[in-house]
């Protein structure tokens, strides 16, 4: 049974945009902390940004100023701009309690 849902994943070049989003079937996603995660053939998973039910959110450095975390009714969003190659990678979401999405693709063209 999948639990969280991605959405918004795709091909984009690089200065480009993209908007992923999360469900998680199982709870209100205010009420815990969300993260996004990414992973890049041949690397490990490495944290992206979190927003916490509180509201705070943090970054990684590689990201900061350019992707934004944010809750959306029951979707938890990140919003993806001035996209970069080094951004390729798949993105899974993360909920409270080790819950995990079955990622979705980004792939940003030189």
């Known amino acids: 049974q999948v639990r969280l849902a991605e959405s918004g994943g795709g091909l984009v070049q690089a200065g480009g945009s993209l908007r992923l989003s999360c469900v998680d079937s199982?709870?209100?996603?205010?009420?815990?902390?969300m993260a996004w995660y990414r992973q890049a053939p041949g690397k490990q998973r490495e944290f992206v940004e979190r927003?916490?039910?509180?509201?705070t959110t943090s970054y990684a450095d590689s990201v900061k100023g350019r992707f934004t975390i944010s809750r959306d009714g029951v979707k938890v969003v990140l919003q993806m701009n001035s996209l970069k190659p080094e951004d390729t990678a798949g993105y899974y979401c993360?909920?409270?309690?080790?819950?995990w999405g079955q990622g979705t693709q980004v792939t940003v063209s030189s």
């Open positions: 927003i916490r039910s509180s509201c």
């Open positions: 199982g709870r209100v996603v205010s009420t815990t902390t």
């Open positions: 993360y909920s409270g309690g080790n819950f």
